[in-house]
C-alpha cells in the first residue's frame, strides 16, 4: 500500500491560531512517508484565507500545498467536504488545526490499507496542555472533552465503531458509499462545541458496505493543544452537556441500541473504574483524587441531562441531516494558489444519524 497517495485537509476558521496551523502544516511537511498534498480549507474567513495564500504562495496551483475556500455552509463538516472534493489522493487524512502530527503519523495510516476492507484508520490524540500539565481534577477518562484520546480505549491497532475526525483517514472510496460529512451537526467556529460529525459518518458507512473495517492505530499519533479555556470546569460541563445533547441525535436517528452501543461499555465499566480509582488516590491523599472521581459523576449526570433536553428537542423537531455526495460540491477552482469553490455544497436534505464515540470502548469528541 505504499503507493496509496494520500490527501491531508486542514480545516482553518480563524486568524487566532495562525501560529498552530503554521506548525500543522509543517508537520505533514516533515512526514517519513510524504503526503501527496496538504489542503487547508478555510471557513468563511477572507482575511484568513488571503493571509494563508500570500503564506504559500510559492505552491503553484496543484502543488505541495493548496489554500481553499470552504464550498458549503460555514461549519467543520462542509469544510472537510470540500477538501475531499478537491483532493487528488486515494486516501484522505484529516488533522487538526491546532495539533501536530509525529514523523510516522501518515506511514502508520498507510499500513492499515493493506487490507482491502479497512475503510479507515484513527490514530491516537495526546493533549497538549496550555499550564504544561494535566490539571489535577481531569480525568483522563474524559479526554475526549478536549479532542484527545481518552482512557479506556484498547491498545494497539483496534477494530472500531467510528475514528476521531481531527486525527483519522478514509479511503476515498469511502466517501463514494457513504456520501461525505453531513452538515447542520458538528462544529460550527466557537459555538457550542457540538460533535458527532464523524461518527455519523462512520454509522453510514458501515450500513452503505457491511464488510467495511474501521481502525484505530495508537502509533498514528498527533499532539493536539489545550487551550487554557478548556482546562477549566467551566468548559468541561458545557462540552459534556453538548455531548448529550449530540447523543441524543445519535439514539432518535439510529435507535438507542445502534447509537448508544459504544457509550454502554464506557459507562458501565470504564466510569466506574475511574471513580475507584479517584477515590483509592484520595483515600492514599494523591492530589486530585477526589476532584477526578467527582468530575466523573458530574460529567455523567451532566450528560444525561444533555441527552434529556436532546430526546425532546428531537422528538418535537424531527431529526434530519444534510448529508452531501461529495462529488456534487461545486468544482474548485484554483487561482494563483488560491482555491475558490462557489455555492453552498448541498444537493438535497437526507434523513441521516448522529452521534460521538470512537470505539466499542465509547468515547470521543
Not at 496509496?4 to 480545516?11: A, H, K, P, Q
Not at 493548496?66 to 462542509?78: E, H, K
Not at 472510496?173 to 457540538?194: E, S, Y
Request: aromatic content about 6%; glycine content about 14%; some cysteine.
Amino acid at each position: 500500500m505504499s503507493g496509496l497517495g494520500i490527501s491531508v485537509v486542514i480545516c482553518v476558521y480563524t486568524e487566532d491560531r495562525w501560529e498552530d496551523i503554521l506548525a500543522a502544516v509543517s508537520s505533514v511537511r516533515a512526514q517519513s512517508r510524504p503526503a501527496l498534498e496538504t489542503l487547508l480549507v478555510v471557513d468563511h474567513n477572507p482575511a484568513l484565507l488571503g493571509r494563508l495564500a500570500k503564506e504559500y504562495k510559492e505552491y503553484p496551483d496543484g502543488g505541495e500545498v493548496r489554500v481553499l475556500a470552504n464550498a458549503g455552509p460555514r461549519g467543520l463538516s462542509a469544510g472537510r467536504n470540500t477538501g475531499i472534493a478537491a483532493s487528488r489522493g486515494e486516501i484522505v487524512a484529516f488533522l487538526d488545526d491546532d495539533a501536530v502530527a509525529e514523523r510516522d503519523w501518515l506511514r502508520h495510516f498507510a499500513e492499515g490499507y493493506a487490507d482491502p476492507r479497512v475503510m479507515a484508520v484513527g490514530g491516537r490524540t495526546v493533549p497538549v496542555w496550555a499550564s504544561g500539565r494535566r490539571p489535577a481534577w481531569f480525568p483522563e477518562e474524559f479526554d475526549w472533552v478536549v479532542g484527545c484520546t481518552y482512557r479506556g480505549l484498547p491498545p494497539g491497532r483496534v477494530r472500531v465503531r467510528n475514528v476521531l475526525g481531527g486525527n483519522a483517514s478514509f479511503r476515498r472510496t469511502a466517501f463514494d458509499a457513504a456520501g461525505g460529512f453531513a452538515t447542520g451537526i458538528g462544529r460550527d467556529g466557537d459555538k457550542r462545541p457540538l460533535g458527532c460529525e464523524e461518527t455519523e459518518l462512520c454509522i453510514r458507512l458501515t450500513r452503505a458496505r457491511p464488510d467495511a473495517v474501521l481502525l484505530i492505530d495508537d502509533r498514528a499519533v498527533i499532539h493536539h493543544r489545550v487551550p487554557e479555556t478548556r482546562e477549566h470546569f467551566r468548559y468541561f460541563r458545557t462540552r459534556v452537556y453538548a455531548e448529550g445533547l449530540s447523543k441524543a441525535l445519535v439514539a432518535r436517528s439510529v435507535g438507542a441500541q445502534k447509537g448508544l452501543e459504544s457509550e454502554r461499555r464506557y459507562t458501565t465499566r470504564v466510569l466506574p473504574s475511574g471513580v475507584a480509582r479517584g477515590l483509592r488516590d484520595a483515600l492514599l491523599a494523591r492530589p486530585g483524587g477526589a476532584g477526578r472521581a467527582g468530575a466523573i459523576v458530574a460529567g455523567v449526570l451532566t450528560a444525561a441531562g444533555g441527552y434529556a433536553v436532546g430526546s425532546v428537542r428531537a422528538r418535537r423537531s424531527g431529526t434530519a441531516f444534510s448529508v452531501v455526495s461529495v462529488s456534487s460540491v461545486s468544482s474548485v477552482s484554483s487561482v494563483a494558489g488560491i482555491a475558490h469553490a462557489p455555492g453552498d455544497g448541498r444537493t438535497g436534505q437526507t434523513p441521516q444519524t448522529g452521534g460521538t464515540g470512537q470505539d466499542e470502548g465509547g468515547r470521543t469528541t
